[in-house]
């Protein structure tokens, strides 16, 4: 073995963990033990019933307690009444016009984030500059926000919080109550539409809040571009849809 070796595995395990969670992979072992080479045969109709369980569950409400004004909301977003306030790392707002036509949401901060103190840095961040000059915008002229204020253990959104921070994505969708919103990655498209990415792609979809209807794309993360080039002409054809009927 050589002394120059700069593996640093901490960076490979989040990488992978990244990647999985756009692929959709939820869970990596069971809570308890298991023996597979002993395990009981389960029938086709009993993993029918559990999935319609775990389908059936309700989502937990958000706190009555949100602001009801968007810039209350920003401040409260980034406070110690959100689930993320034990999580380690730097809360980051939403940023962008509160009229904004077309509100971007991501699933967190990316590594780089929190010491810029704002959302997309880095090279995922200059591909998504692209993204925006591509279809006629820039940050200015979004408003961009995440389903997370704060970055968790290697990008992956505890389970036990993800309806209570969809909860709260929902009621900052309808403060912005924009004409279009992008949501960029599967903890996004799940937070606003209630399924994965990869089956909600390709659609404009309807999201009905107080101030009236937003249509909704979803689509790749920048991120996820980085690592598969291939579906950027995917990616490029959620844009023209989210861009599609849109005048000014």
Known sequence: MGADQHLDWMDSAASALDWWQEAGVDMLVDDAPRDWLN????????????????????????AATM????????????????????????????TGPADAAIMILVDCPDKDDGEAGTLLTGAPGALFDRMLAAIGLDRGRVHLAAVCAKRPVAGRMPREVEGRLAAISQHHVGLVAPKRLLCLGNAASRAILGAEMPGTRGSLHRFDHKMGQTGVVASFHPRFLLEKPAAKAEAWRDLQLLMGGLSG
């Open 39 to 62: 395990a009981p045969t389960v029938s086709p109709m009993a993993v029918a019933v559990a999935h319609a369980a775990t389908a059936a569950t309700p989502v937990p409400p958000a």
């Open 67 to 94: 602001p009801d004004a968007l810039a209350d909301f920003i401040a409260w977003r980034i406070g110690d009444a959100v689930p993320e306030v034990e999580w380690r790392g730097v809360s980051i707002a939403a």
